[in-house]
């Protein structure tokens, strides 16, 4: 339970509820109590979809900074 335990503190709250919950989470699909390994790899599949929208919205943001230094040092193009 303490390799369980240390797994589960590094994700957000949200994501432990919905990897735990027992009509949507590891319980419906484990006939006994999850593997460390599973607790991980669930978390993991719950975040995958967070991680590339974060993913994306950095890349957003640098290309419009990317955008904003091209157009103070050359001014705008048209």
Avoid at 33 to 62: D, G, H
């Amino acid at each position: 339970m303490a390799a369980i335990t240390a797994v589960l503190a590094r994700y957000p709250e949200d994501i432990i509820r919905d990897a735990t919950h027992p009509a949507t989470g590891l319980p419906i699909r484990c006939d006994f109590l999850p593997s460390v390994a599973e607790v991980y790899r669930e978390c993991e599949a719950r975040m995958q979809p967070r991680r590339i929208a974060w993913a994306v919205e950095e890349r957003r943001v640098k290309q419009l900074q990317e955008r904003a230094e091209f157009e103070r040092r050359f001014g705008r193009r048209r």
